[in-house]
């Protein structure tokens, strides 16, 4: 039983946690992808950004002597996405809309998105340093523990997981009101479907253009925050969360929301339990085993160091046999 | 005659001049030692540079991976010309290796194998495909990670094969081009955002691989002091022996520069433009297409490899942590679209200026920073915080980016525009 | 003769793709409530014409004028809310979006409650109201035009022009597509189409047009086009 609560922390928990992360990070550059039909790169690094403004709103409401029940970061946090969505905005006008007025190849603004990823980069880490910070000052990251039955461990959760699962699913029930439902939102999917056809139909581009980028900086600030609040904030952050991030996009199919949250999920799952140790759920088989296996002390499919292997291995995969995704996205 | 001819390669003189007149300032200032280590290293990014302005501007392949390939084939480079390791040779880790070679080997043997059986029905075949890629994985882990154990406290790693450093180079351009194979088979049929998501991937999985398999490639230990093909400076005559090492560079810059331009107005080379401008016409021509461009990702890419084995050659240190995007990628696309995409005298002019000027804003960088420093504390009483070196050199991280848009935005043809709509 | 206003005038255009213009001076006109067909060999530039009349496509030369505005290269976006509506006649319906939906993005620049023009195209296509909620790319070609129209007529245009809304229809198909868009004339809405089946077109068009190299060739009523012997011969088939 223990065995079993080692693998709900380890694997289940963890992997649900990484897995809303970049959900949250893919369900932008997925509707980026479908409505302006470029790859945006700088998007994790928006996630950094977000994660640094939500430090910065922090500390100033520590310095001001501020208390909450849930952790300041998490208030600052909202503040921090509308900000981030007005920065999303504003790149999107300075940097990627000359090239799309211009009539640009989407590989241009692919290439003007790393340039907006290296200047994002290079900002942080001017102001903000190297160094890895705290998201708590003077708060104490809070821990739950449920007692498993018939188990000597507890099921562990903290506080910002269990504030980024409740997040996690209230923004994508309120995507999804939001793409089915509301006039604008059905103007987002008629874009992303057929442009032509949309702008025929006097579908007002620019408002469609604004809400993407608003959802899409909204939701990385989000993810910046709480992957920032569950761990550190790193001015490098955005290592390593963009190939997840765009595998979670491919898998799930290019331009489907729903998708990337599958996708996300599923590029999540896929690393936590490729680099779970394994042998620790066959311990307490061990007398069973015929004699000449012997159990190693580490079983895993890959060595932790070569996490990012996994979702380049699912994202070479899927473009191999369905380049299109689960979820049927367009093949751009 | 001459005089349109001065007209017409103008541009090409006021560049070219204006960087000659830089580098004779640079060393008349700085001296030949300063001078030398630059311009070499020059011509090595300027020999990447070629590589992907063929693929970029000949093709427009977007390739954001270019680490990759320098890092897996100076890594191949080291391997070939490191003097041999006695100690590893001697020991029980190369009888140790030979099975997951083995292993290793059947797997593919038998992956390749399955894809020419057209009898078996689709879904099997993916399905054994993947079957047979899993076993051989984990028996090829499972054997190597006694074999590492072993050498790591036996002997280290396990050295090169100590042949000469040509064969070095060459090797570095073919594993570049392996895996240019792999991963442009994959992603070249779909949009090119594709492939640049999987090279971005298949770099970072490249370093991370060099930089952890201690075994191969003494991992954060770096190996060095690597071989010369030529007379070293620890030899000998200093200046000579850069000078020499310059002078070998520089033909390989011009050899490979007059291949790439004949076979750019060869019918090849026309075919390769007429893809680029206009992938709908020229894919009524058949499927060819993927095939031409798998032909340039792969050329493009041995260009990566060879050059970067030659800069890590010249630098006598491989240090797979010493890889690093902003280097060793992005860099090099500012370099090839400031000096004019698609222009083969394009990229040598941009990458010989854009790394003079990358070598000196270093200096520079740090010297502005620490005036705010001074100034900071003078007149505002503004502590600095400790770091400010290392964050000042962040300062390049942005200009790079705001450099790629700019130019992007107001001079997408570069300083040398390609000028085959004239010819 | 006491002419009204037209309300669609086409003068001298020349437009094209690219700097390559595929129409050299062509005129068009229509008086509220008519029906203009306009025919011709392929590349003549019927579709081409539609689009210059549409704002898609760049015109070098001459003059659009849509009921007293003039609207010579006015982003298609813009005319909706003029009361013009477009059918293209490739990719003219949203794929992913049910029936439902893809009406009320036909409908997306109006403000007020729409839903009884919902209802009015539910009663000139009744197929369409059982299939509301099924996406539109998994219906029958010509289920799909019915959408396609449908959503065209959203914005109540008073003027909408179709490309070849009968391409790749069976006949049987195609006369119930003819028959809808009589009546959605008859209902006081003027239409501009491009149309293959000439002589079948020709029939009920008030005008016809013939293009042919980006030139008008002959342009008449419907039934005097069809009587016309120089017509028939070149460009009716015989």
């Keep these: 039983m223990n065995e079993l609560v080692f693998f709900i922390n380890k694997a289940l928990i963890s992997g649900a946690i990484i897995g809303s992360i970049y959900a949250l990070g893919a369900i932008g550059v997925t509707l980026i992808f479908g409505i302006l039909r470029f790859a945006h790169f700088a998007h994790a690094d928006m996630m950094t950004v977000g994660a640094f403004i939500s430090y910065i709103l922090m500390s100033m409401m520590a310095a001001a002597g501020f208390t909450a029940p849930v952790p300041l970061a998490f208030l600052a946090m909202f503040p921090a996405m509308i900000i981030t969505a007005l920065l999303a905005i504003w790149l999107d006008k300075v940097f990627y809309k000359p090239f799309r007025d211009k009539g640009s190849n989407p590989v241009i603004i692919v290439m003007a998105s790393l340039g907006v990823t290296l200047m994002l980069q290079g900002l942080v880490r001017l102001f903000g340093g190297t160094r890895a910070r705290s998201m708590y000052i003077g708060e104490n990251k809070e821990i739950y523990r449920i007692p498993f039955p018939g188990a000597k461990r507890d099921i562990i959760l903290t506080e910002p997981q269990v504030l980024l699962f409740i997040f996690t699913v209230v923004a994508v029930i309120a995507l999804a009101i939001f793409l089915s439902r509301s006039r604008l939102g059905k103007a987002m999917r008629a874009v992303s479907d057929n442009p032509d056809l949309a702008k025929i139909s006097g579908i007002n581009l620019k408002h469609v253009v604004w809400t993407t980028w608003i959802i899409g900086g909204t939701l990385a600030a989000a993810a910046g925050t709480m992957l920032s609040l569950d761990v550190v904030l790193k001015p490098d952050l955005s290592f390593g969360l963009l190939l997840p991030i765009f595998a979670a996009v491919i898998v799930g199919g290019i331009g489907q929301p729903y998708g990337a949250v599958a996708g996300g999920m599923l590029i999540g799952f896929s690393e936590t339990l490729a680099v779970f140790n394994w042998a620790v759920l066959l311990r307490p088989f061990k007398e069973s085993f015929p004699d000449w296996f012997e159990l190693p002390t580490k079983l895993a499919f890959v060595p932790t160091e070569y996490k990012l292997a996994v979702p380049f291995f699912i994202l070479i995969i899927v473009l191999i046999y369905r380049p299109t995704g689960i979820f049927k996205g367009k093949v751009i | ?312 050659t010249f630098t006598g240190l491989f240090d797979p942590s010493g890889f690093i995007d902003l280097n060793h990628t992005f860099l090099i696309w500012v370099m090839v679209i400031l000096g004019g995409t698609g222009n083969n005298r394009g990229a040598i002019l941009g990458a010989i200026l854009v790394y003079i000027i990358w070598v000196m804003s270093e200096p520079m960088a740090l010297w502005l920073f620490d005036l705010v420093r001074v100034y900071g504390l003078e007149w505002f009483n503004w502590q600095a915080p400790g770091d400010l070196d290392s964050r000042a050199l962040q300062m390049r991280v942005f200009v790079i980016g705001l450099t790629i848009i700019l130019v992007l935005r107001f001079a997408p043809n570069g300083m040398l525009p390609e000028r085959i709509r004239q010819d | 003769m006491s002419n009204p206003e037209p309300l669609i005038k086409l003068t001298n255009i020349h437009a094209g793709y690219g700097g390559m213009n595929i129409l050299h001076g062509v005129e068009f006109s229509l008086i509220p409530g008519e029906i203009g067909v306009i025919v011709g060999p392929n590349g003549a530039g019927k579709s081409t014409t539609l689009k210059a009349m549409f704002g898609m496509l760049h015109c070098s030369e001459g003059s659009v004028i849509f009921d007293g505005h003039d609207i010579t290269n006015k982003p298609p976006e813009k005319l909706a809310e003029l009361g013009m509506a477009f059918v293209p006649q490739e990719n003219n319906v949203f794929q992913t979006l049910s029936v439902q939906e893809n009406l009320e993005m036909g409908a997306y620049v109006r403000r007020d409650n729409y839903s009884h023009l919902i209802d009015h195209v539910y009663e000139i296509f009744p197929a369409l109201k059982e299939k509301r909620n099924q996406d539109a790319g998994e219906l029958s070609g010509g289920q799909r035009q019915m959408v396609a129209i449908g959503r065209a007529l959203m914005i109540e245009p008073k003027f909408i022009l179709l490309d070849e809304p009968t391409a790749g229809l069976s006949p049987l198909f195609m006369s119930e597509v003819f028959d809808r868009i009589i009546a959605i004339n008859k209902a006081g809405v003027t239409v501009a189409m491009v149309e293959q089946n000439a002589k079948q077109a020709l029939g009920f068009a008030h005008k016809g047009y013939v293009l042919a190299s980006g030139r008008n060739r002959f342009t008449d009523t419907g039934a005097a086009l069809l009587a016309d012997p120089d017509v028939a011969k070149s460009f009716l088939g015989g």
């Design chain 2, 1 to 312: 005659m001459s005089g349109s001819f001065l007209q017409k390669y103008s541009r090409d003189f006021v560049f070219f001049g204006g960087l000659l007149a830089i580098i004779v300032g640079i060393f008349l200032s700085q001296g030949s030692a300063y001078t030398s280590r630059m311009l070499v290293e020059a011509a090595c990014y300027a020999i990447i540079a070629l590589g992907l302005t063929i693929q970029w501007g000949y093709a427009g392949l977007f390739n954001i991976g270019i680490m990759g390939f320098i890092a897996a084939g100076s890594f191949m480079s080291v391997f070939v010309s490191f003097p041999v390791n006695d100690k590893f040779w001697n020991g029980p880790g190369p009888s140790m290796l030979v099975q997951p070679i083995l292993i290793l080997l059947i797997g593919i043997a038998l992956i390749v194998g399955l894809r020419k059986i057209k009898q078996i029905p689709q879904g099997l075949r993916t399905f054994l495909t993947i079957i047979i890629f899993a076993v051989t994985y984990l028996l090829v882990v499972a054997g190597i990670e006694p074999a590492a154990k072993v050498i790591e406290t036996d002997a280290g790693f396990i050295g090169g094969l100590g042949l000469p450093v040509f064969i070095g180079w060459i090797a570095a351009g073919i594993v570049a081009g392996l895996i240019a194979w792999f991963v442009g088979k994959i992603c070249l049929g779909l949009r090119t955002d594709y492939l640049a998501i999987a090279t971005l991937g298949i770099a970072q999985i490249i370093k991370t691989f060099l930089k952890n398999a201690d075994w191969l490639t003494n991992g954060t230990l770096t190996v060095s002091p690597l071989p010369w093909p030529v007379p070293k400076p620890s030899d000998g005559n200093f200046t000579e022996a850069r000078t020499i090492y310059f002078a070998m560079t520089a033909v390989v810059v011009i050899i490979i520069y007059m291949l790439l331009e004949r076979a750019y107005h060869a019918p090849w080379g026309r075919m390769m433009r007429a893809i680029r401008d206009n992938e709908e016409a020229a894919s009524s021509m058949g499927k060819n297409v993927n095939r031409r461009r798998l032909e340039i990702f792969i050329l493009g890419s041995i260009l990566m490899g060879l050059g970067g084995s030659m800069l890590i």
